[in-house]
Nanobody, 113 residues
Framework: QGQLQESGGGSVQAGGSLRLSCTARGFSTDKCTMDWYRQTPGNQRAWITSIYTDGDATHHYFVKGRFMASRDKTTAYLQMNNLKPGDSAMYFC?????????WGQGTQVTVSS
């Protein structure tokens, strides 16, 4: 059975950068759309960005120009620049649009002012 594993979270000051990774184990994501979501306590997961099999990506307006999604055959990435305290959340990746639909366990991002 496959799984997704996020990594790269941590604590940074406002204005800093982090690069999250979402690595597939046991399957290839090359035919999957890869999504990034984030969630804060008491709230639903909020969609951030999707990166498609052709490398094109769409981003939510609240991260556009600051966050950028990329990918290779087994890993999806989320480069996050100019982080703000409001970006603090647990970040999750998801594979979909292929025979493998999984969520990762999440990685915590904390941004201090």
């Amino acid at each position: 059975q496959g799984q997704l594993q996020e990594s790269g979270g941590g604590s940074v000051q406002a204005g800093g950068s982090l690069r999250l990774s979402c690595t597939a184990r046991g399957f290839s994501t090359d035919k999957c759309t890869m999504d990034w979501y984030r969630q804060t306590p008491g709230n639903q997961r909020a969609w951030i960005t999707s990166i498609y099999t052709d490398g094109d990506a769409t981003h939510h307006y609240f991260v556009k120009g600051r966050f950028m999604a990329s990918r290779d055959k087994t890993t999806a990435y989320l480069q996050m620049n100019n982080l703000k305290p409001g970006d603090s959340a647990m970040y999750f990746c998801q594979s979909r649009g292929c025979e493998y639909k999984y969520w990762g366990q999440g990685t915590q991002v904390t941004v201090s002012s």
